[in-house]
Protein backbone atom coordinates (compact mmCIF):
# COMPACT_ATOMS: atom_id res chain seq x y z
CA UNK A 1 0.00 0.00 0.00
CA UNK A 2 1.34 3.97 -0.57
CA UNK A 3 2.33 4.89 2.34
CA UNK A 4 -0.03 8.70 1.79
CA UNK A 5 -1.85 7.19 5.11
CA UNK A 6 -1.40 5.30 8.02
CA UNK A 7 -1.89 1.25 7.72
CA UNK A 8 -5.26 1.09 9.74
CA UNK A 9 -6.61 4.37 7.97
CA UNK A 10 -6.11 2.51 4.65
CA UNK A 11 -8.06 -0.46 5.24
CA UNK A 12 -10.55 1.16 6.45
CA UNK A 13 -10.74 3.69 3.99
CA UNK A 14 -9.55 2.89 0.35
CA UNK A 15 -11.74 1.27 -2.00
CA UNK A 16 -15.34 1.92 -0.38
CA UNK A 17 -16.27 3.32 -3.48
CA UNK A 18 -15.56 -0.19 -5.00
CA UNK A 19 -18.99 -0.98 -3.13
CA UNK A 20 -21.32 -0.75 -5.64
CA UNK A 21 -24.97 -0.49 -3.89
CA UNK A 22 -26.98 1.70 -1.84
CA UNK A 23 -23.62 3.47 0.48
CA UNK A 24 -23.16 0.13 1.86
CA UNK A 25 -20.23 0.36 4.42
CA UNK A 26 -19.21 -3.00 4.31
CA UNK A 27 -19.80 -5.10 0.78
CA UNK A 28 -23.38 -7.07 0.85
CA UNK A 29 -23.24 -10.93 1.33
CA UNK A 30 -24.43 -12.51 -2.08
CA UNK A 31 -24.90 -15.83 -1.04
CA UNK A 32 -26.30 -17.26 -4.44
CA UNK A 33 -25.17 -19.61 -7.03
CA UNK A 34 -25.69 -17.94 -9.98
CA UNK A 35 -27.29 -14.26 -10.97
CA UNK A 36 -30.21 -14.01 -13.64
CA UNK A 37 -30.71 -10.98 -16.49
CA UNK A 38 -33.28 -10.03 -18.12
CA UNK A 39 -32.28 -11.16 -21.21
CA UNK A 40 -30.41 -13.96 -23.01
CA UNK A 41 -28.46 -11.24 -24.62
CA UNK A 42 -27.34 -9.87 -21.73
CA UNK A 43 -25.63 -13.15 -20.08
CA UNK A 44 -24.42 -13.55 -23.57
CA UNK A 45 -22.49 -10.12 -23.08
CA UNK A 46 -21.25 -11.29 -19.44
CA UNK A 47 -19.80 -14.52 -20.47
CA UNK A 48 -18.18 -12.92 -22.99
CA UNK A 49 -17.07 -10.42 -21.17
CA UNK A 50 -17.91 -7.96 -23.57
CA UNK A 51 -19.94 -6.68 -20.72
CA UNK A 52 -19.80 -6.05 -16.41
CA UNK A 53 -21.58 -8.25 -14.33
CA UNK A 54 -21.89 -11.84 -12.51
CA UNK A 55 -22.96 -15.09 -13.91
CA UNK A 56 -22.43 -18.20 -11.54
CA UNK A 57 -20.18 -17.45 -7.87
CA UNK A 58 -17.48 -20.16 -9.34
CA UNK A 59 -16.46 -17.83 -11.91
CA UNK A 60 -17.26 -14.30 -9.78
CA UNK A 61 -19.73 -12.73 -6.97
CA UNK A 62 -19.95 -9.72 -5.91
CA UNK A 63 -18.96 -10.16 -2.05
CA UNK A 64 -15.82 -11.95 -3.47
CA UNK A 65 -14.34 -9.08 -5.63
CA UNK A 66 -14.92 -6.80 -2.73
CA UNK A 67 -12.40 -8.70 -0.83
CA UNK A 68 -10.42 -9.33 -3.58
CA UNK A 69 -9.79 -5.57 -3.96
CA UNK A 70 -9.67 -5.24 -0.41
CA UNK A 71 -6.63 -7.25 -0.57
CA UNK A 72 -5.62 -5.52 -4.22
CA UNK A 73 -4.86 -3.09 -2.65
CA UNK A 74 -3.24 -3.37 0.45
CA UNK A 75 -0.62 -5.19 -1.58
CA UNK A 76 -0.13 -2.47 -4.08
CA UNK A 77 -0.92 -5.21 -7.38
CA UNK A 78 -3.16 -5.02 -10.55
CA UNK A 79 -5.74 -7.67 -9.30
CA UNK A 80 -6.24 -10.47 -7.01
CA UNK A 81 -8.14 -13.68 -7.17
CA UNK A 82 -10.00 -14.75 -4.08
CA UNK A 83 -9.68 -19.18 -3.57
CA UNK A 84 -11.23 -21.72 -1.70
CA UNK A 85 -8.32 -22.18 0.66
CA UNK A 86 -4.06 -21.09 1.26
CA UNK A 87 -3.60 -24.47 -1.03
CA UNK A 88 -6.18 -23.84 -3.51
CA UNK A 89 -4.26 -20.40 -3.82
CA UNK A 90 -0.49 -22.17 -4.38
CA UNK A 91 -1.75 -24.97 -6.29
CA UNK A 92 -3.51 -22.42 -8.83
CA UNK A 93 -0.47 -20.14 -9.15
CA UNK A 94 1.87 -22.90 -10.24
CA UNK A 95 -0.76 -24.42 -12.15
CA UNK A 96 -0.68 -21.38 -14.03
CA UNK A 97 2.79 -21.53 -14.79
CA UNK A 98 3.93 -24.63 -15.26
CA UNK A 99 3.17 -27.72 -17.34
CA UNK A 100 4.21 -31.12 -17.50
CA UNK A 101 8.71 -31.31 -17.31
CA UNK A 102 8.38 -27.71 -15.68
CA UNK A 103 10.82 -26.93 -12.49
CA UNK A 104 10.01 -24.75 -9.95
CA UNK A 105 12.71 -23.97 -7.21
CA UNK A 106 11.86 -23.86 -3.39
CA UNK A 107 12.98 -23.57 -0.23
CA UNK A 108 13.29 -26.65 2.21
CA UNK A 109 11.59 -24.36 5.05
CA UNK A 110 7.96 -24.72 3.80
CA UNK A 111 4.73 -25.11 5.59
CA UNK A 112 4.29 -28.89 5.64
CA UNK A 113 1.35 -28.60 3.31
CA UNK A 114 3.19 -27.05 0.61
CA UNK A 115 5.87 -29.52 0.74
CA UNK A 116 3.12 -32.23 0.50
CA UNK A 117 1.35 -30.42 -2.64
CA UNK A 118 5.11 -30.16 -4.15
CA UNK A 119 5.86 -34.19 -3.77
CA UNK A 120 2.05 -34.44 -5.10
CA UNK A 121 2.99 -32.30 -8.54
CA UNK A 122 5.96 -34.85 -9.08
CA UNK A 123 3.12 -37.50 -10.10
CA UNK A 124 2.35 -34.46 -12.81
CA UNK A 125 5.71 -34.10 -14.14
CA UNK A 126 5.99 -30.89 -12.12
CA UNK A 127 9.39 -30.84 -10.25
CA UNK A 128 10.68 -29.11 -7.38
CA UNK A 129 14.18 -28.23 -6.93
CA UNK A 130 14.63 -27.61 -3.43
CA UNK A 131 17.41 -24.96 -1.46
CA UNK A 132 18.64 -25.77 1.95
CA UNK A 133 18.21 -22.03 1.90
CA UNK A 134 16.51 -20.07 -0.47
CA UNK A 135 18.36 -17.13 -1.04
CA UNK A 136 19.49 -15.13 -4.65
CA UNK A 137 23.18 -17.74 -4.63
CA UNK A 138 20.91 -20.74 -4.76
CA UNK A 139 18.29 -19.16 -7.54
CA UNK A 140 21.36 -18.87 -9.45
CA UNK A 141 22.66 -22.02 -8.66
CA UNK A 142 19.73 -23.68 -9.49
CA UNK A 143 18.04 -22.32 -12.17
CA UNK A 144 18.03 -23.85 -15.59
CA UNK A 145 15.80 -23.71 -18.92
CA UNK A 146 13.44 -25.84 -17.33
CA UNK A 147 12.81 -23.45 -14.13
CA UNK A 148 9.15 -21.79 -14.02
CA UNK A 149 8.90 -20.21 -11.32
CA UNK A 150 10.86 -19.63 -7.28
CA UNK A 151 8.56 -20.18 -4.66
CA UNK A 152 9.17 -19.02 -1.14
CA UNK A 153 7.64 -18.36 2.09
CA UNK A 154 8.13 -14.72 3.15
CA UNK A 155 8.51 -15.91 6.84
CA UNK A 156 8.84 -19.73 6.51
CA UNK A 157 6.00 -21.56 8.65
CA UNK A 158 7.33 -22.89 11.18
CA UNK A 159 11.39 -22.55 10.12
CA UNK A 160 11.09 -19.08 10.43
CA UNK A 161 13.46 -18.49 7.59
CA UNK A 162 13.19 -15.02 6.03
CA UNK A 163 13.43 -14.39 2.37
CA UNK A 164 15.30 -11.42 1.23
CA UNK A 165 12.76 -10.62 -1.12
CA UNK A 166 14.91 -8.14 -3.26
CA UNK A 167 17.53 -9.82 -3.60
CA UNK A 168 15.57 -13.15 -4.53
CA UNK A 169 13.48 -11.08 -6.99
CA UNK A 170 16.38 -10.01 -8.64
CA UNK A 171 18.54 -13.35 -9.23
CA UNK A 172 14.86 -14.93 -10.48
CA UNK A 173 14.41 -12.00 -12.71
CA UNK A 174 17.81 -12.60 -14.22
CA UNK A 175 17.29 -15.84 -15.13
CA UNK A 176 13.91 -14.81 -16.62
CA UNK A 177 11.32 -16.58 -13.83
CA UNK A 178 8.73 -14.87 -11.42
CA UNK A 179 9.45 -15.08 -7.68
CA UNK A 180 6.23 -16.35 -6.02
CA UNK A 181 5.94 -15.36 -2.31
CA UNK A 182 3.50 -17.23 0.45
CA UNK A 183 3.13 -14.22 2.58
CA UNK A 184 0.94 -15.91 5.27
CA UNK A 185 2.85 -15.60 7.77
CA UNK A 186 4.10 -12.14 7.64
CA UNK A 187 1.07 -9.97 6.21
CA UNK A 188 1.22 -7.37 4.40
CA UNK A 189 1.56 -5.55 7.91
CA UNK A 190 5.22 -6.39 8.15
CA UNK A 191 5.82 -6.29 4.41
CA UNK A 192 4.57 -5.84 0.87
CA UNK A 193 6.50 -8.37 -1.27
CA UNK A 194 5.08 -6.60 -4.55
CA UNK A 195 6.75 -3.29 -3.78
CA UNK A 196 10.17 -5.35 -3.16
CA UNK A 197 10.31 -6.83 -6.42
CA UNK A 198 8.12 -10.23 -5.80
CA UNK A 199 5.97 -10.75 -8.71
CA UNK A 200 2.90 -12.75 -7.30
CA UNK A 201 1.90 -12.78 -3.53
CA UNK A 202 -0.16 -15.54 -2.24
CA UNK A 203 -1.61 -15.62 1.21
CA UNK A 204 -4.01 -18.53 3.27
CA UNK A 205 -6.59 -15.73 4.31
CA UNK A 206 -7.67 -18.38 6.88
CA UNK A 207 -4.53 -17.03 8.96
CA UNK A 208 -3.88 -13.37 10.08
CA UNK A 209 -5.99 -11.96 7.11
CA UNK A 210 -9.39 -13.48 8.64
CA UNK A 211 -7.87 -13.49 11.55
CA UNK A 212 -10.84 -14.93 14.14
CA UNK A 213 -10.46 -18.21 12.93
CA UNK A 214 -13.60 -18.67 11.17
CA UNK A 215 -13.41 -19.36 7.63
CA UNK A 216 -10.93 -20.66 4.81
CA UNK A 217 -9.84 -18.77 2.56
CA UNK A 218 -6.95 -17.93 -0.37
CA UNK A 219 -5.64 -14.80 -2.14
CA UNK A 220 -3.74 -14.70 -5.38
CA UNK A 221 -2.36 -10.93 -5.72
CA UNK A 222 -0.45 -10.25 -9.17
CA UNK A 223 2.00 -7.62 -9.26
CA UNK A 224 1.60 -7.42 -13.03
CA UNK A 225 5.25 -6.43 -13.69
CA UNK A 226 7.02 -9.71 -14.70
CA UNK A 227 7.96 -9.37 -18.55
CA UNK A 228 6.42 -12.96 -19.44
CA UNK A 229 8.99 -14.79 -22.55
CA UNK A 230 5.85 -16.82 -23.89
CA UNK A 231 8.10 -18.64 -25.63
CA UNK A 232 9.90 -19.83 -22.26
CA UNK A 233 6.08 -19.78 -20.25
CA UNK A 234 4.63 -21.31 -22.72
CA UNK A 235 1.27 -22.54 -20.34
CA UNK A 236 0.57 -18.76 -20.58
CA UNK A 237 0.84 -18.51 -24.66
CA UNK A 238 -2.75 -18.63 -25.11
CA UNK A 239 -2.50 -14.71 -23.18
CA UNK A 240 0.12 -13.42 -25.14
CA UNK A 241 -2.12 -10.65 -26.46
CA UNK A 242 -1.99 -9.42 -23.09
CA UNK A 243 1.52 -8.87 -22.03
CA UNK A 244 2.03 -8.57 -18.27
CA UNK A 245 -1.64 -8.98 -17.89
CA UNK A 246 -0.73 -12.76 -19.36
CA UNK A 247 -0.78 -14.42 -15.77
CA UNK A 248 -3.71 -12.71 -14.14
CA UNK A 249 -6.01 -12.85 -17.32
CA UNK A 250 -5.34 -16.64 -17.47
CA UNK A 251 -5.82 -17.79 -14.31
CA UNK A 252 -9.07 -15.25 -13.91
CA UNK A 253 -10.76 -16.64 -17.48
CA UNK A 254 -9.48 -20.25 -17.77
CA UNK A 255 -7.87 -22.14 -15.12
CA UNK A 256 -9.01 -20.64 -11.33
CA UNK A 257 -12.65 -21.31 -13.00
CA UNK A 258 -11.98 -24.66 -14.31
CA UNK A 259 -10.07 -25.97 -11.29
CA UNK A 260 -13.04 -24.86 -8.99
CA UNK A 261 -11.58 -23.86 -6.06
CA UNK A 262 -13.42 -20.43 -5.20
CA UNK A 263 -13.77 -18.92 -1.89
CA UNK A 264 -17.57 -19.02 -0.40
CA UNK A 265 -19.19 -15.37 -0.31
CA UNK A 266 -19.79 -15.58 3.50
CA UNK A 267 -15.79 -16.16 3.95
CA UNK A 268 -15.02 -13.26 1.58
CA UNK A 269 -17.39 -11.31 4.02
CA UNK A 270 -16.28 -12.57 7.61
CA UNK A 271 -12.50 -12.38 5.79
CA UNK A 272 -13.01 -8.25 4.56
CA UNK A 273 -14.26 -7.84 8.46
CA UNK A 274 -11.20 -9.63 10.00
CA UNK A 275 -9.00 -7.79 7.85
CA UNK A 276 -10.19 -4.64 8.81
CA UNK A 277 -8.23 -4.96 12.09
CA UNK A 278 -5.27 -6.80 10.32
CA UNK A 279 -2.82 -3.61 11.79
CA UNK A 280 -4.58 -3.75 15.20
CA UNK A 281 -4.04 -7.11 16.09
CA UNK A 282 -0.40 -7.66 13.94
CA UNK A 283 0.77 -5.16 16.50
CA UNK A 284 -0.75 -6.72 19.84
CA UNK A 285 0.72 -10.44 18.54
CA UNK A 286 4.15 -9.29 17.37
CA UNK A 287 4.24 -7.63 20.79
CA UNK A 288 3.46 -10.68 22.82
CA UNK A 289 5.08 -12.70 20.74
CA UNK A 290 8.39 -10.94 21.38
CA UNK A 291 7.94 -10.81 25.18
CA UNK A 292 6.64 -14.67 25.38
CA UNK A 293 9.97 -15.35 23.44
CA UNK A 294 11.98 -13.52 25.41
CA UNK A 295 10.65 -14.78 28.95
CA UNK A 296 11.01 -18.71 27.45
CA UNK A 297 14.32 -17.40 26.05
CA UNK A 298 15.66 -17.08 30.14
CA UNK A 299 14.74 -20.86 30.25
CA UNK A 300 17.35 -22.91 30.29
CA UNK A 301 16.24 -26.18 29.40
CA UNK A 302 14.26 -25.09 26.27
CA UNK A 303 15.74 -23.70 23.33
CA UNK A 304 13.87 -20.87 21.47
CA UNK A 305 13.55 -19.85 18.06
CA UNK A 306 12.13 -16.09 17.35
CA UNK A 307 13.61 -13.10 14.59
CA UNK A 308 13.74 -10.81 17.74
CA UNK A 309 15.98 -13.04 19.67
CA UNK A 310 19.43 -11.62 20.02
CA UNK A 311 21.38 -13.98 17.43
CA UNK A 312 18.52 -14.96 15.65
CA UNK A 313 19.92 -15.59 11.69
CA UNK A 314 17.57 -13.71 10.30
CA UNK A 315 17.15 -10.84 13.37
CA UNK A 316 18.15 -8.35 10.50
CA UNK A 317 15.41 -8.83 8.46
CA UNK A 318 12.80 -7.87 11.74
CA UNK A 319 13.93 -3.74 10.73
CA UNK A 320 15.40 -4.29 7.01
CA UNK A 321 12.24 -5.90 5.75
CA UNK A 322 9.64 -6.52 8.62
CA UNK A 323 8.60 -3.35 9.74
CA UNK A 324 10.26 -3.95 12.65
CA UNK A 325 7.71 -6.88 13.81
CA UNK A 326 8.96 -10.90 14.13
CA UNK A 327 5.73 -11.95 13.45
CA UNK A 328 2.96 -14.08 15.60
CA UNK A 329 5.21 -17.66 15.58
CA UNK A 330 7.13 -18.91 17.78
CA UNK A 331 8.86 -22.21 18.34
CA UNK A 332 10.77 -23.89 20.98
CA UNK A 333 12.67 -27.01 21.20
CA UNK A 334 11.38 -29.28 25.05
CA UNK A 335 13.87 -31.48 25.01
CA UNK A 336 12.30 -34.46 23.76
CA UNK A 337 8.50 -35.46 22.66
CA UNK A 338 7.31 -36.75 25.65
CA UNK A 339 8.14 -33.10 27.29
CA UNK A 340 6.46 -31.62 24.15
CA UNK A 341 3.68 -33.14 25.08
CA UNK A 342 3.57 -31.99 28.71
CA UNK A 343 3.94 -28.46 28.26
CA UNK A 344 1.61 -28.63 25.59
CA UNK A 345 -1.11 -30.26 27.76
CA UNK A 346 -0.56 -27.98 30.60
CA UNK A 347 -1.23 -24.88 29.19
CA UNK A 348 -4.58 -22.84 30.53
CA UNK A 349 -4.36 -20.00 27.93
CA UNK A 350 -3.68 -21.75 24.34
CA UNK A 351 -5.78 -24.01 22.33
CA UNK A 352 -4.32 -27.26 21.01
CA UNK A 353 -5.11 -26.50 17.37
CA UNK A 354 -3.56 -27.07 13.70
CA UNK A 355 -3.75 -22.97 13.00
CA UNK A 356 -2.34 -20.41 13.17
CA UNK A 357 -3.07 -16.46 12.75
CA UNK A 358 -5.91 -16.34 15.48
CA UNK A 359 -6.96 -14.14 18.12
CA UNK A 360 -6.13 -17.18 20.56
CA UNK A 361 -3.00 -18.61 21.53
CA UNK A 362 -2.77 -21.89 19.95
CA UNK A 363 0.22 -24.43 20.03
CA UNK A 364 0.58 -27.68 18.56
CA UNK A 365 3.39 -30.39 17.88
CA UNK A 366 4.11 -30.24 14.38
CA UNK A 367 6.10 -33.21 14.06
CA UNK A 368 3.02 -35.52 14.95
CA UNK A 369 0.80 -33.40 12.87
CA UNK A 370 1.22 -31.18 10.32
CA UNK A 371 5.01 -32.85 9.29
CA UNK A 372 3.69 -36.51 9.75
CA UNK A 373 3.51 -37.46 5.88
CA UNK A 374 6.95 -36.16 5.77
CA UNK A 375 10.45 -37.96 6.32
CA UNK A 376 12.65 -36.85 9.73
CA UNK A 377 15.38 -35.31 7.15
CA UNK A 378 12.68 -33.23 5.52
CA UNK A 379 11.17 -32.56 8.70
CA UNK A 380 14.31 -31.23 9.96
CA UNK A 381 15.17 -29.31 6.92
CA UNK A 382 12.09 -27.55 7.65
CA UNK A 383 13.00 -26.61 11.26
CA UNK A 384 10.74 -29.27 12.71
CA UNK A 385 12.31 -31.61 15.35
CA UNK A 386 10.43 -34.47 17.55
CA UNK A 387 11.05 -31.92 20.35
CA UNK A 388 9.30 -28.84 18.84
CA UNK A 389 6.77 -27.08 19.81
CA UNK A 390 5.16 -24.31 17.22
CA UNK A 391 3.31 -21.47 19.08
CA UNK A 392 0.71 -19.16 17.31
CA UNK A 393 0.61 -16.20 19.74
CA UNK A 394 -2.66 -14.03 20.48
CA UNK A 395 -4.18 -11.12 21.90
CA UNK A 396 -4.66 -12.09 25.30
CA UNK A 397 -2.62 -10.16 28.07
CA UNK A 398 1.00 -10.86 28.19
CA UNK A 399 1.27 -11.79 31.79
CA UNK A 400 -1.00 -14.34 31.53
CA UNK A 401 0.97 -15.93 28.42
CA UNK A 402 3.88 -15.81 29.95
CA UNK A 403 2.82 -17.01 33.23
CA UNK A 404 1.02 -19.62 31.76
CA UNK A 405 3.73 -21.00 29.78
CA UNK A 406 6.91 -20.53 32.08
CA UNK A 407 4.91 -22.21 34.37
CA UNK A 408 3.77 -25.37 32.15
CA UNK A 409 8.11 -25.03 30.63
CA UNK A 410 8.92 -25.59 35.05
CA UNK A 411 6.75 -27.82 35.74
CA UNK A 412 7.76 -30.46 33.17
CA UNK A 413 10.63 -32.57 34.06
CA UNK A 414 13.66 -32.04 32.84
CA UNK A 415 15.82 -35.06 33.12
CA UNK A 416 15.49 -36.44 29.58
CA UNK A 417 16.21 -32.88 28.41
CA UNK A 418 19.20 -32.35 25.58
N1 LIG B 1 0.78 -21.24 3.60
C1 LIG B 1 1.14 -21.19 4.90
C2 LIG B 1 2.40 -20.45 5.27
C3 LIG B 1 0.39 -21.82 5.87
O1 LIG B 1 0.77 -21.77 7.15
C4 LIG B 1 -0.78 -22.53 5.47
C5 LIG B 1 -1.61 -23.24 6.45
O2 LIG B 1 -1.27 -23.38 7.60
C6 LIG B 1 -1.12 -22.56 4.12
C7 LIG B 1 -0.33 -21.88 3.22
C8 LIG B 1 -2.32 -23.29 3.64
O3 LIG B 1 -3.47 -22.54 3.88
P1 LIG B 1 -4.94 -23.16 3.98
O4 LIG B 1 -4.99 -23.96 5.22
O5 LIG B 1 -5.82 -21.95 3.98
O6 LIG B 1 -5.14 -24.00 2.76
Request: proline content about 2%.
Amino acid sequence: MKQDCGFTTGLLHKGLKNLKGQGEILPAISQVSAFSYESMEELEKVFSHKSMGFAYTRIGNPTLSAFEQKINILEGGIGAISCSSGMAAISSTIFNVCESGDEIIAGKGLYGGTLDLFHDLEKLGIHTVFADVLNGKTIRELANERTKAVFGEVISNPSLNVLDIKEASEAAHEAGIPLFVDATTATPFLVTPLSLGADVVIHSTSKYINGGGNSIGGMIVDGGKFPWDFTKHKALSEYKKYGKMAFLLRLRTDLWENLGGCMSPVNAYLSYIGVETLGLRMERICKNADALAHALDKEKDITVNYLTLKDHPFREYVNRQLNGYGGGILTFRAGSKERAFKIVNSLKYSLIASNIGDLRTLVIHPSSTLYARLSEEEREAAGVYEDTVRVSVGIEDINDLTEDFLNAVRNTETDDVR
